[in-house]
């Protein structure tokens, strides 16, 4: 099991290169997203998480 946060910010304001708090559980070649929000995806391809496995 790996889990990786793809954000860590949150609030009211924007930070720059800070996103939402989210996070990816990879487990038995499956990927659980939580909080999976706006631009999640995008930190997820920078990780080379898979985004479209289930």
């Known amino acids: 099991m790996k ?3 793809l ?3 949150s609030g009211t304001e924007p930070y720059p ?3 939402h708090s989210s996070f990816v559980i990879e487990h038995n070649e499956s990927v659980f997203w939580f909080d999976a929000g706006e ?3 995008y930190s997820a391809y920078l990780l080379g998480i898979d985004f479209l496995s289930t």
């Open 3 to 5: 889990i990786t946060f």
């Open 7 to 9: 954000g860590t910010c």
């Open 39 to 41: 631009s999640c995806s």
């Open 17 to 19: 290169d800070y996103r």
